[in-house]
């Protein structure tokens, strides 16, 4: 049985502080990537990209990751709840990781001179992208409430899965792509102190980011499965 | 009657069907042929020779071959509403799933060995290995179906089924079809070790697409 989500959501409380907090935090981090992180011996201004392209990698796999949590929440609870949770990130999520690809595109051309290369963490996340675009399409494509928030969930475990196994597929290409800066093994950052700062700051922001739209795109999803339930009863 | 025995009846049926009408593997063998020599084509002779490439194209062709198939198999179950009457047996989900599986292996077993044929046959490959080539073969009709079922399972009564399948499968398929490629390359190139190594990584993934389809599939259709 499907329980209706009539019952008050906590994010109806938090959602304005998420948003204050968020472009608060943002326009901090802008001025810090801008500004005031100083400018790369080797590779100039174009470095700063850093601060918008790291902070959606990390975002990318976070939102896919709590797509995975919502699809096993629905499968396991039949909560509608859950699916919110997980069309609410995956939108996100799809969002943040063209944005990823675009800004990596950005920074590729003037440091590899190439828009693109057959990487294997390229071609992992542009082949996540794809499959959680197919998650979405599966989504609009289907009618009723249940079987969506179930086909769904099924193609939100899979890709999650299929991930890790994709990206180890890959790896026997030749990688272009730097090491990690910031988590590497058995080292500190390879960071700048100051870079370092600026790069937390914008981790931060987008974080925030992320965590407001979706709340607010939870929001919406829930009222859209109120009316829809009201509708079938 | 037994888990084993149910899927073995879907399987005869399904099989049976295809006999009766076998719009979906003449679909397949036709379109296989067809993709096989407009690739060979675009590539040109010279290029479509190399191992590499012409395993490739013949992975891409069986891929595409499979979807067909799958596709075929279960408009049949649609056209007079044949698959409710299974989904309400007791266990009949995981028996449709298991059964399909085992039918399309088959059916994908001709319609592979059409492709190798003429693949050899108009790229004038030198096969090194044919033993591991075959087991790359068989490995990868086992390693496809599974994904591509499940994602059609998804999209059952869904409008665009016909390009939601790809656009779901396609993605989740691109390291089986990598293992396939690179082993089969490696069996004409006579790499017994590579050809293996390949070999295990298809198997793997059959195993692990199949159990996973098991598990998810009756959660999966409402």
Redesign the interface.
């Known amino acids: 049985m499907i329980e209706s989500t009539a019952a008050p959501f906590p994010t109806i409380r938090v959602r304005p502080w998420l948003g204050v907090l968020a472009i608060g935090s943002s326009l901090i981090a802008t001025f810090m990537a801008l500004v005031w992180a100083p400018t790369d011996a080797v590779q100039g201004d174009v470095y700063r990209i850093i601060f918008v392209h790291v902070p959606l990698a990390w975002l990318a796999y976070l939102a896919f990751f709590v797509v995975f949590v919502g699809s096993l929440g629905w ?1 396991w609870t039949r909560r509608p709840w859950f699916d919110a949770l997980a069309v609410a990130s995956a939108e996100v999520g799809v969002l943040f990781t063209g944005m990823f690809i675009i800004a990596g595109s950005i920074w590729a051309k003037p440091t590899w001179g190439v828009w693109w290369t057959w990487d294997p963490r390229l071609v992992t996340t542009a ?1 996540m992208f ?2 959680y ?2 998650y979405l ?2 989504r609009s ?2 009618t ?1 409430f ?2 969506r928030a ?2 769904a ?3 939100g ?3 999650v ?2 991930i890790p ?2 990206h ?3 790896l026997w290409m030749n990688s272009l792509h730097q090491l990690p800066t910031v988590l590497r093994a058995g080292g500190s950052p390879a960071l700048d102190a100051a870079m370092g700062a600026a790069l937390g700051v914008s981790v931060l922001a987008f974080s925030l980011v992320y965590l407001w739209f979706v709340a607010e795109r939870m929001s919406i999803e829930l009222a859209r499965q109120d009316r829809m339930l009201e509708a079938r009863a | 009657m037994s888990a084993f025995e149910r899927t073995l009846l879907i399987a005869a049926r399904e099989l049976a069907a295809e006999r009766r009408r076998p719009d979906g593997l003449v679909a397949a063998l036709t379109f296989t042929g067809v993709l096989v020599i407009m690739e060979s084509l675009a590539f040109g002779p010279g290029q479509a020779h190399q191992p590499g490439i012409a395993s490739a194209l013949f992975w891409i062709a069986v891929l595409f071959a499979a979807t067909l198939v799958v596709t075929r198999s279960f408009d049949r179950e649609l056209e007079d509403d044949a698959i409710d009457a299974i989904l309400v047996l007791e266990g009949g989900r995981e028996a449709l799933y298991a059964g399909k599986l085992v039918a399309i292996a088959i059916v994908l077993a001709i319609v592979e060995t059409a492709a190798a044929a003429l693949s050899l046959l108009l790229l004038d490959l030198d096969v090194a290995l044919v033993g591991h080539l075959a087991l790359v073969g068989v490995l990868g009709i086992l390693a496809l179906p599974p994904v591509v079922v ?2 059609t399972l ?2 059952l009564r ?3 089924r016909v390009a ?1 399948v790809p ?2 499968s396609f ?2 398929l ?2 089986q079809v ?2 396939c490629t690179q082993g089969a390359a490696a069996a004409l190139t006579g790499d017994a070790a590579t050809s293996l190594g390949w070999a295990g ?1 298809v198997a793997a ?1 059959a195993l692990v697409y199949g159990v ?1 389809g098991l598990t ?1 599939v009756p ?2 259709i ?1």
Do not use: Y
Request: net charge negative; proline share 4%.
């Open positions: 499968l082949i794809m499959m675009i197919g399409l599966l494509l289907s009723d249940a079987q179930t086909r969930a099924v193609v475990v899979i890709a899965v299929d196994i994709v180890l597929s890959v | 499940l994602t998804l999209a869904i409008r665009a939601l656009i779901l993605p989740i691109i390291p990598v293992a990584i993934f996973l998810i959660a999966a409402e």
